[in-house]
């Protein structure tokens, strides 16, 4: 359904059509002349075309569009782009603009491309109802989705990507995923067992451990063999290309001037992505290694299929994408899709759940009374929890969880590009460009529109008073979620996750990991900030934004692991 604002239509609909005719017009005459140009001056007039019509575009979405208000552009170039990458603390800026601007305002970016950020309840859950449809992937993501992981379920739109979640949705069932559980298990015994050894040969009780190489290699193995019944070795020490190019990413976190500025003009200029660097020579290299295994999976999985040998066995994920392989239903998919659900599942294991285990072992370490806490809830257990228990008995373990998705997303934000005009309602008033109060925005098509993860999860006007402290008390407490925070429609009132027809397929899966890996480590060890509860955290950069000790090199993060003798 297409939105049309009433209050726009009649004096600016005459203006469209006055400019549609004179570009009509325009158009024709430099059509006429260039027949006696010179290829160069062909080259040049068809350029300048193009601008034209770009500008008129940019004109008409102006136009259409609820004049908001919002920061002024500290650069001429990049706007106030500048001012969000250079931030420590990107949901900061973000909130601190929400109460100057209201919870909708318009942010300038690179050479004069605008966006309109939600942080308002009420708009986030309409823009998320209509993505896919409504709203579609920016040029920029279109172009960085399908070099890095191909044309799978993250790139797809519309009617492909349901079709290629409903392909993929059979493997991740409650009773497929609580058969993966003693995998899990398996891999951090393992990390039990080398971190026993390290502080043995330490002579103490105790040692220094970098946890975030530890939590990338647990994290790797465990979708390996949950998923695709591949070993990749990382936690005992082999050096997969996969595994390789992975800790290349890590080890070279910072970002210069010259990449930031490139970051920040990818967005104007998408094909900017194919310029080489070496950021992008190690995408390309991670791509083809990821191709590389993941057809050796599918090959090897599709020749057992025809044996006969998967037959009565519940279906784990490549068992899925194998037989929805060429199949003529409206569950299939293609090869490409296969490779491409494979290899996101692989990026989001080594980087989304391994921050997550992370930041929770660090928030553990920095607030020693939940650590106890969630120790004493852990202990009334004897054995190795079940999924049924990881699920249900464990409500302080389950806060825990939660409350580290909130404070600290793996996804930083969300972006799309407005496909058709709409109306987007919000929850309070705010104020426009010309001052009329306004509980909706009109938005034409290609309009950008933005969401910060983090400023929504930590909002104190959505979250209360104490949103920027790690409390996870809050989900037991009877009134714990305000009611503000109960509007937001993801998973546990979250955007962790995201919401609406593209929220992560494999949360249920994240999730169980992390409650495993955390009922093991915290029932064995005490976590201590290396430098003393006062250590900084700094933001470093892998393939994404993850925690580092604040000088360390790329992206490492040591803490003091101590036996717990009970």
Same mark, same amino acid.
């Given at each position: 359904?297409?939105?049309?604002?009433?209050?726009?239509?009649?004096?600016?609909?005459?203006?469209?059509?006055?400019?549609?005719?004179?570009?009509?017009?325009?158009?024709?005459?430099?059509?006429?002349?260039?027949?006696?140009?010179?290829?160069?001056?062909?080259?040049?007039?068809?350029?300048?075309?193009?601008?034209?019509?770009?500008?008129?575009?940019?004109?008409?979405? !102006?136009?259409?569009?609820?004049?908001?208000?919002?920061?002024?552009?500290?650069?001429?170039?990049?706007?106030?782009?500048?001012?969000?990458?250079?931030?420590?603390?990107?949901?900061?800026?973000?909130?601190?603009?929400?109460?100057?601007?209201?919870?909708?305002?318009?942010?300038?970016?690179?050479?004069?491309?605008?966006?309109?950020?939600?942080?308002?309840? *009420?708009?986030?859950?309409?823009?998320?109802?209509?993505?896919?449809?409504? +709203?579609?992937?920016?040029?920029?993501?279109?172009?960085?989705?399908?070099?890095?992981?191909?044309?799978?379920?993250?790139?797809?739109?519309?009617?492909?990507?349901?079709?290629?979640?409903?392909?993929?949705?059979?493997?991740?069932? +409650?009773?497929? #995923?609580?058969?993966?559980?003693?995998?899990?298990?398996?891999?951090?015994? *393992?990390?039990?067992?080398? %971190?026993?050894?390290?502080?043995?040969?330490?002579?103490?009780?105790?040692?220094?451990?970098?946890?975030?190489? %530890?939590?990338?290699?647990?994290?790797?193995?465990?979708?390996?063999?949950?998923?695709?019944?591949?070993?990749?070795?990382?936690?005992?020490?082999?050096?997969?290309?996969?595994? !390789?190019?992975?800790?290349?990413? $890590?080890?070279?976190?910072?970002?210069?001037?010259?990449?930031?500025?490139?970051?920040?003009?990818?967005?104007?200029?998408?094909?900017?992505? +194919?310029?080489?660097?070496?950021?992008?020579?190690?995408?390309?290299?991670? @791509?083809?290694?990821?191709?590389?295994?993941?057809?050796?999976?599918?090959?090897?999985?599709?020749?057992?299929?025809?044996?006969?040998?998967?037959?009565?066995?519940?279906?784990?994920?490549?068992?899925?994408?194998? $037989?929805?392989?060429?199949?003529?239903?409206?569950?299939?998919?293609?090869?490409?899709?296969?490779?491409?659900?494979?290899?996101?599942?692989?990026?989001?294991?080594?980087?989304?759940?391994?921050?997550?285990?992370?930041?929770?072992?660090?928030?553990?370490?920095?607030?020693?009374?939940?650590?106890?806490?969630?120790?004493?809830?852990?202990?009334?257990?004897?054995?190795?929890?079940?999924?049924?228990?990881?699920?249900?008995?464990?409500?302080?373990?389950?806060?825990?969880?939660?409350?580290?998705?909130?404070?600290?997303?793996?996804?930083?934000?969300?972006?799309? #590009?407005?496909?058709?005009?709409?109306?987007?309602?919000?929850?309070?008033?705010?104020?426009?460009?010309?001052?009329?109060?306004?509980?909706?925005?009109?938005?034409?098509?290609?309009?950008?529109?933005?969401?910060?993860?983090?400023?929504?999860?930590?909002?104190?006007?959505?979250?209360?008073?104490?949103?920027?402290?790690?409390?996870?008390?809050? %989900?037991?407490?009877?009134?714990?979620?305000?009611?503000?925070?109960?509007?937001?429609?993801?998973?546990? @009132?979250?955007?962790?996750?995201?919401?609406?027809?593209?929220?992560?397929?494999?949360?249920?899966?994240?999730?169980?990991?992390?409650?495993?890996?955390?009922?093991?480590?915290?029932?064995? +060890?005490?976590?201590?900030?290396?430098?003393?509860?006062?250590?900084?955290?700094?933001?470093?950069?892998?393939?994404?934004?993850?925690?580092?000790?604040?000088?360390?090199?790329?992206?490492?993060?040591?803490?003091?692991?101590?036996?717990?003798?009970?």
């Amino acid at each position: 359904m297409t939105w049309q604002s009433p209050r726009i239509l009649g004096s600016g609909d005459t203006l469209l059509a006055c400019v549609t005719m004179d570009t009509t017009l325009i158009v024709l005459r430099l059509a006429t002349i260039i027949h006696s140009l010179s290829v160069v001056n062909v080259t040049a007039a068809f350029v300048g075309i193009l601008a034209f019509h770009a500008a008129v575009r940019e004109s008409r979405r !102006r136009l259409k569009t609820t004049k908001l208000r919002g920061p002024p552009p500290s650069s001429f170039i990049f706007g106030a782009g500048k001012d969000i990458l250079d931030a420590p603390d990107t949901g900061e800026v973000y909130e601190a603009w929400v109460q100057e601007y209201g919870v909708v305002y318009e942010v300038p970016l690179a050479l004069g491309k605008r966006k309109v950020i939600l942080c308002d309840p *009420k708009a986030v859950a309409h823009f998320f109802a209509g993505d896919t449809r409504t +709203y579609g992937h920016t040029a920029l993501d279109k172009v960085t989705l399908e070099r890095s992981v191909g044309k799978g379920i993250l790139w797809a739109m519309g009617e492909d990507h349901r079709r290629q979640r409903r392909s993929m949705s059979p493997a991740f069932t +409650y009773t497929s #995923i609580g058969k993966l559980t003693p995998v899990f298990y398996n891999c951090v015994y *393992k990390v039990k067992a080398a %971190w026993d050894g390290v502080i043995s040969a330490n002579g103490e009780d105790s040692a220094v451990i970098e946890v975030s190489q %530890w939590m990338n290699h647990l994290s790797l193995d465990s979708i390996g063999l949950a998923g695709f019944s591949h070993d990749f070795g990382a936690l005992d020490g082999r050096k997969a290309p996969v595994t !390789r190019i992975f800790e290349a990413f $890590q080890e070279s976190s910072k970002r210069n001037d010259m990449s930031s500025g490139v970051f920040l003009l990818l967005q104007v200029f998408p094909m900017l992505v +194919y310029i080489p660097s070496p950021r992008m020579r190690l995408v390309r290299e991670l @791509h083809y290694a990821m191709v590389d295994v993941c057809n050796a999976m599918l090959d090897q999985t599709k020749k057992e299929k025809e044996a006969g040998a998967l037959d009565g066995k519940e279906k784990s994920i490549i068992e899925v994408l194998v $037989q929805a392989e060429g199949t003529d239903t409206g569950f299939y998919a293609t090869r490409e899709e296969a490779l491409a659900q494979m290899k996101a599942l692989l990026i989001a294991a080594y980087e989304s759940s391994a921050i997550n285990l992370v930041w929770a072992l660090v928030e553990l370490a920095r607030n020693p009374e939940v650590q106890t806490a969630l120790r004493e809830e852990l202990l009334t257990f004897r054995e190795d929890l079940t999924y049924e228990q990881l699920n249900k008995g464990l409500p302080y373990l389950d806060a825990v969880a939660h409350e580290t998705l909130r404070l600290h997303p793996s996804i930083p934000d969300f972006e799309r #590009i407005a496909e058709e005009d709409d109306v987007i309602p919000l929850s309070e008033p705010v104020h426009t460009k010309t001052g009329e109060v306004v509980d909706r925005i009109h938005v034409a098509a290609g309009t950008l529109i933005g969401i910060s993860t983090p400023s929504i999860n930590r909002s104190a006007a959505i979250w209360g008073v104490d949103a920027k402290k790690f409390r996870p008390e809050r %989900w037991i407490e009877k009134d714990g979620i305000t009611k503000k925070a109960q509007e937001v429609q993801g998973h546990r @009132h979250l955007l962790s996750f995201g919401d609406g027809p593209r929220m992560c397929i494999g949360k249920g899966i994240a999730l169980t990991m992390f409650k495993v890996v955390l009922s093991v480590l915290v029932k064995n +060890y005490v976590f201590e900030m290396r430098d003393g509860p006062d250590t900084k955290i700094e933001m470093g950069r892998a393939l994404s934004v993850r925690p580092k000790v604040a000088g360390e090199q790329g992206a490492r993060l040591p803490l003091r692991v101590k036996r717990y003798e009970g």
